[in-house]
T-cell receptor, first 114, second 116 residues
Framework: ETGVTQTPRHLVMGMTNKKSLKCEQH?????MYWYKQSAKKPLELMFV???????ENNSVPSRFSPECPNSSHLFLHLHTLQPEDSALYLC?????????????FGPGTRLTVT | AQKVTQAQTEISVVEKEDVTLDCVYE???????LFWYKQPPSGELVFLIR??????QNEISGRYSWNFQKSTSSFNFTITASQVVDSAVYFC?????????????FGSGTQLTVLP
């Protein structure tokens, strides 16, 4: 176990639903990340939070809305998703963002949009 | 622009064989970091190694070894005497020493299957 937990592990939602993904890190890190992993594609960075402040939004559609209430918790709020948003969503954390520290990943949430 | 290429999409070996996973990168930076991650079927990416661009020494950790060659922009990963538990997707990644986290670029991964 890497010290990064994600819930739920699996989620099936309709295009009109609203749901949230949760990530929690127990490593004392100050940076947290959301990645999207689609089949046959490299990992795509979505958002970065450094000391609770969003520092990166990698041109992510507004139907994905992140929230970082403190350095240990990160949420991804989902609404009116599309089938192409089905993917594995990975959360990661590191000491700080923007430096060479390695990132520690959670197990991911497997999202299916029907 | 940065790019990481893992040309081997899938590799299958029999247990106890040695296997090398290739990673070729492109960057204009003189200072950068390279990483390898393992993604087992459970999903989470597990950090394996970080190497900075000034350190070309090869590294060995148990059955794992890494060969970094700046001249060929490669950072290959070898598993010696492979085991079934090594079956996973392995990702190589490249990162600038400064700048934003956006600069962490992953390859598309190599699916390694070790057969008993």
């Amino acid at each position: 176990e890497t010290g990064v937990t994600q819930t739920p592990r699996h989620l099936v939602m309709g295009m009109t639903n609203k749901k949230s993904l949760k990530c929690e890190q127990h490593l004392g890190h100050n940076a947290m990340y959301w990645y999207k992993q689609s089949a046959k594609k490299p990992l795509e960075l979505m958002f970065v939070y450094n000391f609770k402040e969003q520092t990166e939004n990698n041109s992510v559609p507004s139907r994905f809305s992140p929230e970082c209430p403190n350095s240990s918790h990160l949420f991804l709020h989902l609404h009116t998703l599309q089938p192409e948003d089905s993917a594995l969503y990975l959360c990661a954390s590191s000491q700080v963002a923007g430096l060479s520290y390695e990132q520690y990943f959670g197990p991911g949430t497997r999202l299916t949009v029907t | 622009a940065q790019k990481v290429t893992q040309a081997q999409t899938e590799i299958s070996v029999v247990e106890k064989e040695d296997v090398t996973l290739d990673c070729v990168y492109e960057t204009r930076d003189t200072t950068y970091y390279l990483f390898w991650y393992k993604q087992p079927p459970s999903g989470e990416l597990v950090f394996l190694i970080r190497r900075n661009s000034f350190d070309e020494q090869n590294e060995i950790s148990g059955r794992y070894s890494w060969n970094f060659q700046k001249s060929t922009s490669s950072f290959n990963f070898t598993i010696t005497a492979s085991q079934v538990v090594d079956s996973a997707v392995y990702f190589c990644a490249l990162r600038r020493s400064g700048g934003s986290a956006r600069q962490l670029t992953f390859g598309s991964g190599t699916q390694l299957t070790v057969l008993p």
